[in-house]
């Protein structure tokens, strides 16, 4: 990894909050020598059915911020979710901070912008955020010294945070016995995706590694973090030295049985514009639901 500044001996504090209805960990990381934080990967709330908005997992990590005297930085996107809509602009309006996303959102507009049909007045050029990282980018969290790692597969437009020992991998990877994620999305790539999961598996053994998702598979409890060291050795879909032929045609023979995520539509509408709702000729908040196009 000698393309990255790796450091292993600062350890960022690390908070996670765990939303059950979408199965989503955000995290406040705190730089330890300073009361900068970050968020990453926040949520908003949403009752699909009832086309109602809240905002209590967000609140929860609000509260956690002030109650601890620290200051908000950084609202960070791994990437465009597709299972759950982002907080970011909540979190930002209420802390301050600045939103960073991979500079490839662009190529996730364009993708969606058609699918969703949107005017000329939605931007591609992904000035929602207010940050666009690129590969082996570096920013600060107070003195604690952050960089990226671009890991597309999942979508084009993923990223890898790491803080000190501690990568925060999105959804290019799951605990060991999840495995990885989809890539049948729009952009999506079975073969990018293992490339990328690699590139991670090359971090230090010790790295502490954050996940985005976790759903307890065979009914264990909720779990978040692991190692690099673990991952190679007991990913059931890429650990153990499993090939890239091997992952491509798992990855592709798994994808074409899953359904699309539950939220996947009101998500892409409002984390391609960093977590803004989408409005009507009026001014007034509304989704779209395109037909036969995902």
Same mark, same amino acid.
């Given at each position: 990894? @000698?393309?990255?500044?790796?450091?292993?001996? +600062?350890?960022?504090?690390?908070?996670?909050?765990?939303?059950?209805?979408?199965?989503?960990? @955000?995290? +406040?990381?705190?730089?330890?020598?300073?009361?900068?934080?970050?968020?990453?990967?926040?949520?908003?709330?949403?009752?699909?059915?009832?086309?109602? /908005?809240?905002?209590? *997992?967000?609140?929860?990590?609000?509260?956690?911020?002030?109650?601890?005297?620290?200051?908000?930085?950084?609202?960070?996107?791994?990437? +465009? *979710?597709? !299972?759950?809509?982002?907080a #970011?602009?909540?979190?930002?309006?209420?802390?301050?901070?600045?939103?960073?996303?991979?500079?490839?959102?662009?190529?996730? =507009?364009?993708? $969606?912008? &058609?699918?969703?049909?949107?005017?000329?007045?939605?931007?591609?050029?992904?000035? =929602?955020?207010? #940050?666009?990282?690129?590969?082996? !980018?570096?920013? &600060? /969290?107070?003195?604690?010294?952050?960089?990226?790692?671009?890991?597309?597969? *999942?979508?084009?437009?993923?990223?890898? *945070?790491?803080?000190?020992?501690?990568? $925060?991998?999105?959804?290019?990877?799951?605990?060991?016995?999840?495995?990885?994620?989809? #890539?049948? $999305?729009?952009?999506?790539?079975?073969?990018?995706?293992?490339d @990328?999961?690699?590139?991670?598996?090359?971090?230090?053994?010790?790295?502490?590694l954050?996940?985005?998702? !976790?759903?307890?598979?065979?009914?264990?409890?909720? =779990?978040?973090?692991?190692? +690099?060291?673990?991952? &190679?050795?007991?990913?059931?879909?890429v650990g153990?030295?499993?090939?890239?032929?091997?992952?491509?045609?798992?990855?592709?023979?798994?994808?074409?049985?899953?359904?699309?995520?539950?939220?996947?539509?009101?998500?892409?509408?409002?984390?391609?514009?960093?977590? !803004?709702?989408?409005?009507?000729?009026?001014?007034?908040?509304?989704? &779209?639901v395109?037909?036969?196009?995902?």
């Amino acid at each position: 990894m @000698s393309n990255y500044p790796v450091d292993m001996s +600062v350890t960022p504090e690390v908070k996670a909050f765990f939303d059950p209805d979408t199965n989503t960990i @955000s995290y +406040v990381v705190k730089d330890p020598a300073s009361a900068a934080c970050a968020v990453i990967d926040s949520v908003m709330d949403i009752d699909y059915a009832a086309g109602r /908005i809240t905002y209590k *997992h967000a609140d929860k990590i609000i509260s956690w911020i002030t109650d601890n005297g620290l200051k908000l930085e950084w609202i960070i996107e791994t990437h +465009v *979710h597709a !299972d759950h809509l982002s907080a #970011a602009p909540y979190i930002q309006q209420k802390l301050g901070g600045k939103i960073g996303i991979g500079d490839k959102i662009m190529v996730v =507009q364009n993708t $969606f912008g &058609k699918v969703f049909n949107e005017g000329t007045e939605f931007q591609r050029d992904g000035s =929602q955020f207010d #940050a666009l990282f690129a590969d082996g !980018d570096t920013y &600060k /969290i107070g003195n604690l010294e952050a960089f990226t790692i671009y890991t597309p597969g *999942h979508t084009p437009a993923c990223m890898v *945070h790491v803080m000190g020992n501690a990568a $925060f991998v999105g959804d290019t990877l799951f605990m060991p016995d999840g495995g990885s994620a989809r #890539a049948d $999305f729009p952009g999506g790539d079975a073969g990018q995706l293992y490339d @990328s999961i690699q590139k991670v598996l090359a971090l230090p053994d010790e790295m502490r590694l954050f996940m985005c998702h !976790d759903y307890g598979p065979n009914g264990r409890d909720i =779990q978040w973090e692991t190692t +690099v060291a673990e991952e &190679k050795a007991h990913n059931i879909h890429v650990g153990g030295g499993k090939t890239r032929a091997d992952f491509i045609r798992f990855r592709t023979e798994r994808d074409q049985q899953l359904a699309m995520p539950r939220l996947i539509i009101p998500s892409l509408q409002v984390n391609m514009r960093a977590g !803004d709702i989408p409005t009507d000729k009026d001014g007034n908040p509304m989704l &779209k639901v395109p037909v036969n196009k995902l």
